[in-house]
């Protein structure tokens, strides 16, 4: 797209980035800034997505800007890629709309001591076992059971409870984000409905554009921190994404209904119903923020569950203990929540509620929050790419903070409708080009596949690539796949 | 005003009645999204289950009596909008989680304090499962019923 070509009140800033000045749209309260490149931003004028990013900005108590993310598209509420923060001070507002059905969609990265190359006569039988001991498909249930006081324990310590089951390491808890909880969670805040539909969907993938994959590093682009990370070239490694499954689906639905008469008794002006939303000093305010801690830490241990699995696949075929193999976790990282953090805001430490709606948080080196191992290198941000092409590992730079609320991208960024994609695409073609790229798949759903084909995504190379340029976080490591279970 | 129905999918339904609707599959990046459209604004939840059913392709044709269930639901309404979207999600619930599948409406009354409504159900088969929650939720993203000749509409964007 030309310079000249640009909507009205969209100035580019330079090659990595755009801003939307206030008069984009009317009642922003401050600018929207969009981080992408020039064919990045033409993509996100086709639809609603601009639009999206300015409905943000008028939001009460927004601080500094509405950001977008170079994944950028159009979602429902904020955007897709959207990170937003709101000073109680200034009368701001907390969204459920901010943080998405999918309450902590994440993803969490193992390494292994495994040459992919030599283990490549064993990748079929792995994620065949892997396939066949993960409940897949949204609405899948499986066998491990939470109710009373076992999924009350759960809801509030997260990770750490299936440390205590006995499924998980204790050493996996540095290394997963917030420790894998997040204090506040009140358990008494969720409905019966929503606690039912969690009851056997923890240790569950679900569907969508959930999947775990088995990965080979292609190459490493920053040694020092590959070597932090226990990263190398050639490296046999794990990604799973997955989220809170219909217990985080219900707990949204049912704070958006709080909302609903929040925003009237609170006298808030929406220019989208889903962007319902009350004051942090509220009741209602508070109560999502405690509820969505609940989902967020069901979600962790979710994860936790399913590298529990994971683990015990692979020690099943290849009959060596998962210590042994070195399947430790990298990192764990939450791309859709609202957290209370210190940022910088007009010159002042100010502790704001970060929205992060398909971003994902990037602290850099010295941050406290960052693993004692990782302090001098910095957070990794895992960007899961779609099933055909890469992954990523970056790590977290200072500029983050300064700009983003110390957040990066989450992913490639959807670029064609799921309709579009089931109506265009063929599934054998699908399968063919999987095939031919010598990715082995497993999928619960024909038509989710076809949803989740490669051209259904932006490129996810671009995505890293302005993020890497913008100085927000930078490459460590790609990934290839090697094998993709999905949902 | 109480919309009466019949023991028949909302498929069926809408070629037999004088409750005009329909639904198609709507554009959008990240979800899926149906527009709906009905001669009377009660016609609309019909219109919306029936999309729902179609974008997931669940079999939406008339149970068995036999196998057929009665689900009563009574929602507060907070408008059309809002009822929609809590009709939606009740419906999302009940095959992800009571493994029923509301294929039909058999009575509708929609008024500005209240929606109640006897859904027929059939059972979840195993062939439903893996579509089943493929959608999350309905969303209120860009949702506005709007009367435009002579029919409300309305466009549902489903979180996925």
Redesign the interface.
Known sequence: MSKTQLPKHLTRIDDTLYRLERDFQKNMRVPGYVYASDSLIELATR???LSQVANVATLPGIVHASLAMPDI?????FV?GGVAAFDPKRKGIVSPGGV???INCGVRLLRSNLDAQETSDKIEKLVNQIFRDIPV????EGDIVFEGKKMERLLVKGAEAIVDEGMSWPDDIEFIEEGGALDGADSSLLTD?AV??GRRQCGTLG??NHFIELQRVEQVFDQEAANAFGLAEGMLTVMIHTGSR?LG??T??DS??VM??AVTKYGIDLP???L?CAPLDSREGRQYLAAMACAANFAWANRSILVHLVRNAFERILGESAERLGLEVVYDVAHNIAKWETHSVDGKDTRVPVHRKGATRAFPAGHPDVPDKYQNIGQPVLIPGDMGSASWVLRARPKAMEATFGSACHGAG???????AKRTLDYNKVIKYMESRGIIVRA?????LV?EATEAYKDVDEVVDVTHRSGISTKVARMVPLAVIKG | MPFAGSKTSVQEHAMGSDLSYTWQPSPHTADLAIAISASEKGGLFYAALAGLLGILELDASTPAEQEMTEYGLTLKSYGIESSLVDFLNECVYLMEVEDLVPVGIHELTYGDDSLRAVLLCRPVIDADRPDIGHVKAATYSDLNVELSDGMYKAKIVFDT
């Open positions: 639809d609603n997505a598209h159009w979602g429902y509420g897709i998405g059905y999918d498909g949204v609405g899948q409905k039912k539909r569907g969508g219909g689906h219900q949204c639905d958006l209904r609903r008469d989208d119903r889903q319902a959807r670029a064609m409708g799921r309709n579009e619960g759903s024909k038509k989710g949803e």
